[in-house]
């Protein structure tokens, strides 16, 4: 923060619109499905022609209904779609098909982590609404003039608005990453954010420290990373800030961020409520949910994110640090509790998941449920660790060869000469080989430099290919050192 920042504080608030993962659109039949051939995915209903009537798609609601759910927000009986009047190429109605007064949900929160005092970290949800998206203006396909895709137009959305409990850019990160979290948990939608299907509005004010009226807000459009927001919310920040210390007022106006340069400019005025002209959508009938609907969906969350990893601290002992990265997706968390209970060793299991396997996994491109090492293998693996048959660096190479053959951890180990040696006597050859090989560091060592105790211990390791058993390797080396 600069000088002209630090007498303001920063109220954030953000709208994330997220796609729900159906296979047609919200009110017709149209495809849903991203990459296809521009506006290949239309119809009369979401092209707005005359006669076309709307009728609503029954899983966008399950989904929507869902995700509010996971969101911990009450779901109401009835809701009201309505129309939302504004003028753009890529709305061919000219207006959207939203939810205004009567929104699906209402009343959410998101815990995004600790207060300073060490208590929950809260953010409110005002509201959860389904809405239709709009099609795309593309404007650096062609030379001179915007073209439009309307493969988007009628995509189902739900909205969800928070309170404007956000404080800094780094909460608003944090909120960003627990919802798109929820929502790939409760399973309604890919969140992917460089395709779109996850977005950001972030609507932002300054006021002096220690106000408690909100200032004047502005609207960051439509932003598609999660550094995008933080960055787009520093940087507007500062700007409002230092219109205020000049003494001047800010606009309250629609932004647009710049990644590339680094900037957020200025995009038209901002609407409010009555620019839009909502009314409520006269080819809908209100959208009415039986109670044991809205129970049923209730019952059949997942283990949420929050829950798991108060499961796995209490279950397993791990780390928040490990607890957290286990908990990033359902998938991960699946695969660690799969090894895990077929090993018998949680740490180890971490251990692992978070080492070797996602960096084998990360470097194939691989989702982790198509690595080609099965939790049975990896348990099995684990198992000889664990037992003292091999060691760690030879369960590594181990693991690399599973990689490419599915065969017993056990025979490869056999086979490659890599089951852990105990023997004194072959020990003491390794040790007198290396001590042979470096006899400066030797020499020190033997002197009493007993930081080289661990340069000698990695040759040894080095030279048995693995197999050497590090702790008797380190028990004999130290006793080859004079006491005092």
Known sequence: MSAVTDGYEMVIGLEIHCQLKTR???????????????????????LGLPGALPVCNKHAIELATRAALGLECTVHPVSVFARKHYFYPDLPKGYQISQFDRPLAT????????????????????????????????????????????????????????????????????????????????????????????????????????????GTRTEIKNLNSISGVERSIEIEFARQCGVLAAGGEVEQRTMLWDGVRNEVRPARSKEGSPDYRYFPEPDLPPLV???????????????????????????YGLSAADIEQLTVTTTLADRFEAVSKASGDAKRAANWILGVVLASVNARGLDITSHPVS???????????VQGAVSNTAAKQIFAILEQEDAEPSLI????????????????????????????????????EKKLQGV???????????????????????QRVAPG
Not at 375 to 385: D, Q
Not at 456 to 461: E, T, W
Request: charged fraction near 25%; proline fraction near 4%; charge should be negative.
């Open 107 to 214: 009343g959410g929160r998101v815990v995004v982590g600790a207060n300073a005092d060490g208590s929950a970290r809260v953010i409110g949800i005002t509201r959860v609404h389904v809405e239709e998206d709009a099609g795309k203006s593309v404007h650096d396909r062609f030379a001179g003039v915007s073209a439009i895709d309307l493969n988007r137009a009628g995509t189902p959305l739900i909205e969800i608005v928070s309170e404007p409990d956000l404080r800094s850019s780094a909460d608003a990160g944090a909120y960003v990453r627990a919802v798109k979290q929820i929502i790939e948990y409760t399973d309604v939608s890919d969140a992917n954010m460089e395709e779109g299907s996850l977005r950001v509005d972030v609507n932002i004010s300054a006021r002096p420290r220690g106000s408690t009226t909100f």
């Open 413 to 448: 180990a056999e086979r490659e000469g890599l089951l852990q040696v105990s023997d004194d006597s072959a020990l003491e050859r390794w040790i007198d080989e290396v001590m042979a090989e470096m006899p400066a560091e030797a020499a020190r060592f033997l002197a009493g």
């Open 24 to 46: 047609t659109k919200l009110f017709s039949a149209a495809s849903a499905n991203f990459g296809d051939a521009p506006n290949a995915n239309t119809d009369a209903v979401c």
């Open 289 to 315: 949910l039986e109670p044991a609907f809205i129970e049923a969906h209730r019952a059949a969350l997942p283990e949420l994110p929050a829950a798991k990893r108060a499961r796995f601290a209490s279950q």
């Open 375 to 385: 939790v049975e293998r990896l348990a099995a693996l684990i198992g000889l660790e």
């Open 456 to 478: 000698l211990v990695g040759a040894v390791m080095k030279k048995s290919k693995g197999s050497a058993d590090p702790k008797k390797v380190n028990q004999l080396l130290g």
